[in-house]
């Protein structure tokens, strides 16, 4: 059974800084390309950035420059530095595979909540 928990999120300024994990469990980790996706009330959840096994990022344009995705296979953990916040980027934050074509996420964690406020 795949377990996600995600961590790290809080109460921000804008312009100020996360940083976000999420610990896996059940799944041989190193091998999926793992990303972050955000879900803010009202909206559908979106994936925000994504990190192949091979090392390969790519970011949603909304944050591309203000947040990096990285991962620790050794950890089962992916992590998301976030920097530049701004108040459109509250949201619950989730980690989750990034599938391919037929493919299936993982259950999804409780998310951890991030909002940012003056």
């Known amino acids: 059974q795949v377990n996600l928990v995600e961590s790290g999120g809080g109460l921000v300024q804008p312009g100020g800084s996360l940083r976000l994990s999420c610990a896996a469990s059940g799944i041989i980790f190193s091998i999926y390309a793992m990303g972050w996706y955000r879900q803010a009330p009202g909206k559908q959840r979106e994936l925000v950035a994504q990190l192949t096994s091979g090392g390969s990022t790519n970011y949603a344009d909304s944050v591309k420059g203000r947040f990096t995705i990285s991962r620790d296979n050794a950890k089962n953990t992916v992590y998301l530095q976030m920097n530049s916040l701004k108040p459109e980027d509250t949201a619950v934050y989730y980690c989750?595979?990034?599938?391919?074509?037929?493919?299936?996420?993982?259950?999804w964690g409780q998310g951890t909540q991030v909002a940012v406020v003056s």
């Open positions: 989750n595979r990034v599938p391919g074509a037929g493919g299936t996420f993982f259950s």
